[in-house]
């Protein structure tokens, strides 16, 4: 059997275009082809979406700045809830003067203070209860003492509590006191010369010669 050399195949396909026919198989090449305007819109089309994508990504997801505020609305809804004890003193009788004596004692490890204290009240409507402030005292419950200001008898006290919430020292009366007249409470008391800041405390320096000494 003989072939077509390569010179006759090439001039059986000019012949065969001369003739509008199309070219032979052989002379085809094999495999897909696509336009370039079609692979450009492929592109775009795909290059929107993906942008499409992350703009609603963006949207949608919850933001860190988002999620900080959220905490914070909700750690001040908790501190609006919480509800705080009434630390105010009955109105029914104001303290009107005060006389403290105090005598700290500057000791290594035991920073102590021993105090007394004279308040003359007004009572404003009748009560049989006389309410006062003390936070970190020891009250000697046996030296209270109630007097009417200018003389007379005043009522007894029948019972001493303590509201430890509200920092409360409540002196519990037998009978009512009246109104517009003024009563003297004593008490004596001891405490702690703390380091804190707060109340009667201690504080410490150091003296020209580099020595630490307290104070208060």
Known sequence: MNFPSSRERLDMNVKDKENGDEPSDRSRKK???????????????????LIIVGILVGYLSPSECAETENDENIKSS??????????LLPSSVVPIHYQVELQPFLIPDNFT????????????QPTDNITVHINDLTIDHNTIELRR?????????????HDEEREFLILH???SLKAQEQHEVAMKF?????????????????DSSGKTRSGN
């Open 113 to 124: 203070f021993d105090g007394s204290v004279r308040i003359t009240v007004l009572c404003t």
């Open 31 to 49: 495999g897909w082809y696509v336009e370039q305007k079609t692979v450009i819109i492929v592109i775009i089309v795909f290059l929107l979406a």
């Open 173 to 175: 009366l037998d009978n």
């Open 190 to 206: 001891t405490g702690n010369l703390n380091d804190k800041l707060v109340g009667f405390y201690r504080s410490s320096y150091r």
């Open 78 to 87: 908790k501190l609006k809830k919480k509800t705080y004890p009434y630390v």
């Open 149 to 161: 200001a200018k003389g007379g008898a005043s009522p007894k006290i029948k019972k001493v509590s």
